[in-house]
């Protein structure tokens, strides 16, 4: 019998108000590549073997429509299942396989206790090909979750799905299913929202080429270049034309089980206050903080543009992709 934990993040699945001019950012600015289409909806893969990393759907509002999670095979799906099943969490059916255009597979969704959607799968569909471009991301690194009920969420997620801690500070639970120090945190905050998804890049040279493209295509970098606490990751944060945040990263700490000890908050607050260890970053714009929080895309308020005034998400698409 497999260990029913998960094993990683797939892929995120994003309601877009504008497919075809957010697939332009995706393509063109955040350098992904389009897989297969259906309808409404688009595939994106990144340089490394997943079938696809993000999947947008047009819908009249942006949203959260899912994060799909890898299990080792169809027995650890029917045992995460009904492990989800007895925890009382609401599922959408048993496991069955999955569409073939998306990259097929054997899965089954369900809700987290604070409602938001989520899909675990196995046997999905592998790219045989791998793309070598550092300024490229090969795949996502982690999800940021925000919720005022965190601590009902980080027991399902370690009970139910196998997690494990890596680290806890007065703002968020870092919580890891592989050797990446995370691939899901949960931040206290008012929620549910994402907070924001984070794409890796192979190298430091890599992250500074990919972000300096999205920068050239008008795009700013609304917290960065700077190197994380918990995880020591390298950042770069940008707000998406749907006001998703989206950040470029690199070198997040690899963990060993064995030898791992989580650290509280109090360890993070008295070794490193700041959020960035290299003291260059500043603090996040006034935009990041609003979209972090999902305030730009739970709601069709405007963007603040800076000094040229206010302009809609629809504008900032044409204006920086036009």
Known sequence: MTNSRVTGVRSIELGVRDLYQSAEFYTKVWALEEVSADGDSIHFRATGGEHHVLTIRER???????????????DAVNQLCARAKGYGVALAGDPAPLDASAGGGYGFRFETPDGLPMTISSDSVQHPNVVLDRSRPTKISHVVLNSARTDDQVPFFIDVLGFRLSDSTHMMEFLRCSADHHSIAIFRNNGPSLNHVAYELPNIDGLMRGAGRVKRSGFDIEWGVGRH????????????????????????????????????????????????????????????R?????????????????????????????????
């Open 60 to 74: 009249p509002q942006a949203s959260l429509l899912g994060v799909h999670f890898a299990a080792a095979d169809r």
């Open 229 to 288: 606490g918990p995880g020591s990751n390298v950042f770069s944060y940008f707000i998406e034309p749907n006001g998703f945040v989206a950040e470029y990263t690199t070198e997040l700490d690899q963990l060993d089980d064995a030898t791992h000890v989580p650290q509280d908050a109090s360890y993070w607050q008295k070794m490193m206050p700041n959020p960035d260890r290299w003291g260059l970053a500043g603090p996040p714009s006034n935009r990041m």
């Open 290 to 322: 609003a979209a972090m929080s999902g305030a730009l895309y739970l709601s069709d308020r405007e963007l603040d543009s800076g000094p040229g005034g206010d302009v809609r998400c629809e504008d900032i698409i044409g204006r920086k992709l036009g």
